[in-house]
């Protein structure tokens, strides 16, 4: 999906972090429909975009 950003795999305990401007429904459906296996979503966090931004040469 060309929406996720970053994704992190976590094998030992089995979930996967996925990160991006998404529907969190629309990727468990499609993790479902590829794995063949039941998906959970645990946890949205939306993450703030109105970040300041440092000057590296302060005036």
Request: glycine residues 6%; positive net charge; charged residues 35%.
């Amino acid at each position: 999906m060309k929406e996720i950003e970053t994704h992190l795999i976590e094998k030992h305990q089995c979930r996967v972090y996925v990160c991006g401007r998404f529907a969190p429904s629309d990727v468990a459906i499609k993790l479902g429909r590829k794995l063949k296996r039941r998906v959970e979503i645990l946890e949205i966090q939306e993450i703030d975009g109105s970040r300041e931004q440092v000057d590296q040469n302060p005036s």
